[in-house]
């Protein structure tokens, strides 16, 4: 018989408490801009304003499609086995399954919609693919991209290419290069690429020491909600090139040979460095490197993963496109454009409800189970990071450049949340993970998610 400590009972207690404020924290997102008529300013609410969802942007579109019943399946196979293998499994074999299971997920909740799951987004005239199949000459890109984020700008660029620096861009134009460049391809090259961002957390957390941890995370960051978002969305493709940036971060930590430390060290600056490139937020990131290296105890990769990441900034900074001349061109934009019109009086907390939509509810009680935990060694490695990506929320909120659509801005920083699945009691694991699951399927048949 098991005993019920104290600690036992403040980890339940924390997860009902943290799960109740979150669902609170949706409903009031959700039902205040309803109740008061007050004008949050999304683009779906302006275009349909009686189907608009606050705090998402998205409209309220019940539905079901052609891969529905695959949905559901994948959802019931991941409650009645994912728990099981992810204990069990070799460490090979939960990388590889957790890609197989990450895109199958993806891909189910995406085929809702049809085919058109896959190819609308990227094919949505704000976004990257229409402005990269038009692109000849990367050198006038990058030498031109500054004087074309004004909306003054008589050749001004859309908005997701404009509010990005160019990194974003000239992934899609490599994309069409390759004869990858057709919207419904370009969908399905995204998703596959966002499905190993499970494993890039995963073996982050295993390289500093915490593997039980990561076995325990494993399900929810496979099966996570907020795979509704990373189909398809390009955020998914900057948050899968961070999180492999930061294993490659912790990897240099645990070597001991300086020829391998400096290697590994000099590969995360370069990743870190692009991603950087493809989004302004992603300096952000460096919070989560330094909890890595903290956690690591090992700062002596620092040196070699800054000088590599600022040479990729000053590689782009050499063919025209300075990030410090750019970034307050781009803030006078995002003045000029529909954030102005966004209060941040709602945002400031409409944008935790939508973090909450986006990678489930339950994060609240995960998190709420994480703040009381025991300390053990492993634990400790798990909660520096869970407090890097809750300091990098915090930030990001703060700062007021993102005001709305964080349901796909902020995914870079959701998988360092979900770490704290891992602290909730045992006996409701498989409970929690179903109502993730269930989360998921609701978000994806009731609403049209834009994104």
Known sequence: MSVDTAPARAGRRATLIGTGAALLLIALAVVVPVVTRWDVATRAARSADDRAVAPLHGLWVPHVGVA?????????????????????????????????????????????????????????????????????????????????????????????????????????????????????????????????????????????????????????????????FLAVSADAVIATAGAWGIAALAAATRRRGVVSTVGWAALAGVILGSTVMMSYGMLLLGVVAVAVLAAGGRWSPLPVAALTASAVVAVFAAGGFALWEAYPVLAERYADGIASERPYSYWVWGNLAALAICAGPLLGGALGAAGVSVRARGERVALWLIAAGLLMVLLADLSGMSKAEVERIWLPFVPWLTLAFAFVPRPWRRRILAAQLAWALLVQHLLYTVW
């Open 68 to 228: 529905t019943v695959a949905a559901v399946l994948v959802a019931v196979l991941a409650w009645r086995y994912a728990d099981t293998l992810a204990e069990s499994l070799p460490w090979g074999g939960l990388l590889t399954s957790s890609v197989a299971a990450a895109a199958s997920w993806m891909l189910a909740l995406a085929l809702v919609d049809g085919p058109t799951g896959l190819s609308r987004v990227l094919g949505n005239p704000y976004e990257y693919l229409r402005t990269a199949r038009e692109v000849d000459d990367i050198g006038v890109l990058l030498s031109t991209y500054i004087s074309r984020i004004p909306f003054a700008a008589e050749d001004n660029w859309v908005t997701h290419v404009a509010g990005h620096p160019p990194g974003m861009l000239l992934f899609f134009v490599a994309l069409v290069r390759v004869g990858l460049g057709a919207d419904l391809i370009a969908g399905l090259v995204v998703t596959l690429i966002a499905s190993t961002l499970p494993a890039a957390v995963l073996s982050t957390v295993r390289l500093l020491g915490a593997e039980p941890l990561a076995r325990r995370a494993a399900p929810f960051l496979v099966f996570t909600p907020a795979a509704v």
